[in-house]
Nanobody, 127 residues
Framework: VQLQASGGGLVQAGDSLRLSCAAS?????????MAWFRQAPGKERDFVAA????????YYANSVKGRFTISRDNAKNTVYLQLDSLKPEDTGVYYC????????????????????WGQGTQVTVSS
């Protein structure tokens, strides 16, 4: 199973970005709960957002609620993260993650909750 994240870049505060994470290999994508985490330099990898297998339930960290939107297209084996109103504190490497689960009643906010990880895409927000 491979997860390929893309879409990062260098932007100014207030700008927007759209991250994508495409899954390939031996994965039944639509049976997986998907999430985005981010890691700033010298800090731990933190939960950003998650989405249930059918897109019906989403979860967000308080720091991004109202600015970021997670979505998925199961026909394309891809999960997205729309980043709006970006702030310098949003800077970091963004990772997508997957866990096989149809359960949508929990946000699974810990890195140990996930079985598969992408390689990360860098987001840098200048002030």
């Amino acid at each position: 199973v491979q997860l390929q994240a893309s879409g990062g870049g260098l932007v100014q505060a207030g700008d927007s970005l759209r991250l994508s994470c495409a899954a390939s290999g031996r994965i039944f994508f639509s049976s997986h709960f998907m999430a985005w985490f981010r890691q700033a330099p010298g800090k731990e990898r933190d939960f950003v957002a998650a989405i249930s297998w059918n897109g019906g339930t989403t979860y967000y960290a308080n720091s991004v609620k109202g600015r970021f939107t997670i979505s998925r297209d199961n026909a394309k084996n891809t999960v997205y993260l729309q980043l709006d109103s970006l702030k310098p504190e949003d800077t970091g490497v963004y990772y997508c993650a997957a866990r096989p689960s149809y359960y949508s009643g929990h946000d699974y906010p810990y890195t140990d909750d996930y079985d598969y990880w992408g390689q990360g895409t860098q987001v840098t927000v200048s002030s």
